[in-house]
């Protein structure tokens, strides 16, 4: 029997999407990314600011989180590829929108996009991606994968290039992976061709988050347990730099909220900033 292909994207990653496009109708201008690519692609109906998981107050830092680290993902990879990197791969691609919203910096930097999901996920958004015109261009590769199996020999039959520099983007991931997981992960990807760079965000303990966001997490743990998407890892930044070199790597960073609020928050009258709930590790080979 042939198994069955859950199709759409997850309940996760249409949530991040939300959250972008949240930050464009709820917050003030300067907003850090500028994404509404995301919500018409999710089809969620004109009562989408009404779901409970929408609620401005009680959602202001973790949308915060989620655009800074998208500014930060996309900033770093047009950096890269001006020095000539022009491989980009995003594991667990959900939603994601750099290829549509900055397809002209993509095309002059020629960069190869390839967006790495299941099956069910990748049919899904390319369907989506032609109801709404906006299509899949030659150097985009949306490339299903089993990322319990052979995801690696996927992403190489689809064009990826193993022995050229690459970003690897991780975005929103890591703590659904056991510890083993992600260690596996680190190691694959460490074995690229060296100048490539890997930037992976992970969760903190619930510890070491601000006091008045420890809640908050503790909602969306259990919100992920009940759908059946258990968190399974959380990191101090001490331990998932040490994974990182441990599997390769030459050079690790760990990139705080402070210095992603000092970057885009610090001028803000509103006061939105990230929580340090989520964090960034950028390792290089």
Wanted: glycine share 8%; hydrophobic share 45%.
């Amino acid at each position: 029997m042939e198994p069955v292909v859950e199709a759409g994207p997850d309940h996760t990653a249409v949530r991040t999407a939300l959250w972008r496009a949240l930050h464009l109708h709820a917050d003030a201008p300067p907003h850090v990314i500028e994404d509404e690519v995301g919500l018409r692609l999710s089809g969620a109906g004109d009562d989408w600011r009404a779901r409970p998981d929408m609620d401005v107050a009680a959602t202001r830092r973790t949308r915060a989180s989620i655009v800074a680290r998208a500014r930060f993902v996309e900033d770093l990879v047009l950096t890269e590829a001006a020095r000539g990197v022009d491989q980009y791969v995003v594991l667990g691609a959900g939603l994601d929108t750099f290829a549509q919203r900055r397809a002209a910096d993509a095309e002059a930097a020629g960069l190869r996009v390839f967006e790495a999901d299941r099956a069910g996920a990748v049919e899904w958004k390319r369907e989506r991606l032609a109801e709404l015109a906006y299509g899949v261009p030659g150097w985009l590769r949306l490339v299903p994968v089993d990322f319990e199996g052979d995801w690696w020999g996927q992403l190489v039959a689809a064009g990826f290039d193993p022995g050229r520099p690459a970003v690897v983007a991780s975005a929103g991931v890591t703590m659904y992976l056991t510890e083993d997981a992600l260690a596996a992960t680190l190691r694959r990807v460490a074995r690229l061709a060296p100048g490539s760079t890997l930037v992976t965000t992970f969760l903190r303990p619930i510890e070491d988050v601000e006091l008045d966001q420890r809640e908050q997490l503790r909602v969306a743990e259990r919100g992920a347990r009940a759908a059946g998407t258990p968190f399974l890892s959380f990191y101090a930044p001490e331990r998932i730099a040490e994974l990182a070199r441990a599997a390769g790597f030459r050079r690790t960073r760990h990139v705080p909220a402070e210095e992603l609020t000092a970057r885009w928050f610090a001028d803000r009258a509103d006061g939105l900033r990230p929580s340090r709930g989520e964090e960034i590790l950028v390792a290089h080979t």
